[in-house]
């Protein structure tokens, strides 16, 4: 199995950035895709942007141009959020699927966008 840890999340002014870290553990297969989703309260959980082994990236429309998914090992996922907006106010979870095809997910971080 894989255990994902979030970091990061914070209370930012709208026009702000933060930068959220998640280092994944535990497993002994390759880990395929990394990425992060977000949800608030009431609301459906979104894609915000993956990351392929080969550096592939895929970003939800309304992050496109503002935020950044990177990596520095293929088991670490960094996301830059920059010009952040009220939106953008979600917890954010980090999410991992490995050779398998199985699919993890982190405990999640709270972003609060002030206007």
């Known amino acids: 199995q894989v255990q994902l840890v979030e970091s990061g999340g914070d209370l930012v002014q709208a026009g702000g950035s933060l930068r959220l870290s998640c280092a994944a553990s535990?497993?002994?297969?390759?880990?395929?895709?990394m990425g992060w989703y977000r949800q608030a309260p009431g609301k459906q959980r979104d894609l915000v942007a993956t990351?392929?082994?080969?550096?592939?990236t895929n970003y939800g429309d309304s992050v496109k141009g503002r935020f950044t998914i990177s990596r520095d090992t293929k088991n670490t996922v960094y996301l830059q959020m920059n010009n952040l907006r009220p939106e953008d106010t979600a917890v954010y979870y980090c999410?991992?699927?490995?050779?398998?095809?199985?699919?993890?997910w982190g405990q999640g971080t709270q972003v609060t966008v002030s206007s």
């Open positions: 999410t991992a699927r490995t050779a398998t095809m199985r699919d993890y």
């Open positions: 535990g497993t002994a297969f390759r880990i395929n895709f």
């Open positions: 990351i392929s082994g080969v550096g592939v």
